[in-house]
């Protein structure tokens, strides 16, 4: 992919936004709390959870969960999607390690394991608006809602902070609403749904345990699996290393 194109893009937004930086200490550290914090994705995840116990008939309970599991699903494939674009497109470094940007710096946490990770597309992008996508289909004043708490609590954090170029935001939210979407069309959702919900009335117990954990990963962006992931690969890299 040709990021000069894009570049030009870029810094119509990136440099305006940038000159802000640095006229508040208040107002750049309530950015990188906003953008490091995991109570955002956690209070994300409640109105998915508030949203499965919603009082209804029983076609209107089940066709609630099926969008939400269905949703979930989605923000999964998001991530995977996400993940494949960046590691088979042209590394992208982030705005705040380029040089040629002379981008300044907010106060914000340490961020220099970013350095290894290309910046296009956003992860956070990806998966939250496939979250906020899928909840169109069960409110669309929920959905609405979700939408404008993805650019103001996820993209704009993100782009102020230097962690992504706005096209690298752009076209996460583009691929998440993609994926949002093609989950929950009909034909797809019942198919993905129906084992999911059979399972929920055959072992509640189980279920449930289960969709705890997953909804947590949503909450911390997946960060303790793919640590665990990252401590397992580095310890068979060693192991295969003595050999």
Not at 184 to 204: C, D, T
Not at 209 to 233: C, E, G, K, N, P
Request: with cysteine.
């Amino acid at each position: 992919m040709n990021y000069q194109a894009l570049g030009r893009f870029d810094a119509y937004l990136i440099h305006p936004m940038n000159s802000l930086v640095g006229r508040s200490a208040l107002f750049d550290s309530g950015i990188a709390f906003l953008s490091d914090n995991p109570l955002f994705g956690a209070l994300f995840v409640t109105l998915l959870w508030g949203y499965w116990f919603k009082p209804g008939n029983v076609a209107q309970v089940r066709e609630t969960r099926e969008h939400l599991i269905t949703t979930l699903w989605a923000g999964i494939a998001s991530i995977v999607v996400a993940r494949a674009l960046a590691l088979e497109l042209p590394f992208r470094m982030r705005p705040r390690f380029e040089p040629a940007l002379h981008f300044r710096l907010p106060a914000s946490p340490d961020s220099s394991l970013l350095l290894g990770w290309s910046s296009f597309p956003s992860d956070h992008a990806v998966m939250y608006s496939a979250l906020a996508a899928g909840l169109c289909f069960i409110s669309w004043r929920l959905g609405l809602a979700a939408a404008l708490y993805v650019v103001c609590f996820v993209c704009f954090p993100r782009a102020y902070l230097g962690y992504h170029y706005p096209t690298d935001l752009l076209v996460g939210v583009v691929v998440g609403v993609l994926c949002g979407y093609a989950f929950n069309l009909q034909l797809v959702r019942r198919w993905i749904a129906a084992p999911v919900v059979a399972w929920e009335h055959s072992a509640p117990r189980r279920f449930y345990m289960a969709l705890f954990f997953l909804t947590l990963q949503f909450a911390t962006m997946f960060d303790i699996v793919r640590d665990f992931a990252l401590s397992l690969y580095h310890f068979a890299e060693r192991l295969l290393g003595h050999r």
